[in-house]
Nanobody
Framework: QVQLVESGGGLVQAGGSLRLSCAAS????????MGWFRQAPGKEREFVAA????????YYADSVKGRFTISRDNAKNTVYLQMNSLKPEDTAVYYC??????????????????WGQGTQVSVSS
């Protein structure tokens, strides 16, 4: 059974930084693309960043480009999201997810089949 467990969320002032982690188990982690998504209250879940199986290709939402960095450590079965220059509009529950097929690298929510429980990120102004 695939499990994804996020950590690293919290409350931070605008301009601050946080690093989210997502530990994966139950699947050959290094074969699958991974993504981060977020959902703010009253809004739909949206794409934030994605990384391919080897870590040499990434995608970012325009709203986070230049501020967030996605990375992975396949030896530790972990994907990270480094968030810098945080803004109040970044406040949301952040979810990591695993793409549904080997080698798939995508920004599309429905192409991810396993999800973590989410971690809250709150940015105060």
């Amino acid at each position: 059974q695939v499990q994804l467990v996020e950590s690293g969320g919290g409350l931070v002032q605008a301009g601050g930084s946080l690093r989210l982690s997502c530990a994966a188990s139950g699947r050959t982690f290094s074969s699958y693309g991974m993504g981060w998504f977020r959902q703010a209250p009253g809004k739909e879940r949206e794409f934030v960043a994605a990384i391919n199986w080897s870590g040499d290709s990434t995608y970012y939402a325009d709203s986070v480009k230049g501020r967030f960095t996605i990375s992975r450590d396949n030896a530790k079965n972990t994907v990270y999201l480094q968030m810098n220059s945080l803004k109040p509009e970044d406040t949301a529950v952040y979810y990591c997810a695993s793409a549904r097929s080997i080698g798939l690298h995508t920004t599309t929510l429905r192409e991810y089949d396993y999800w973590g429980q989410g971690t809250q990120v709150s940015v105060s102004s």
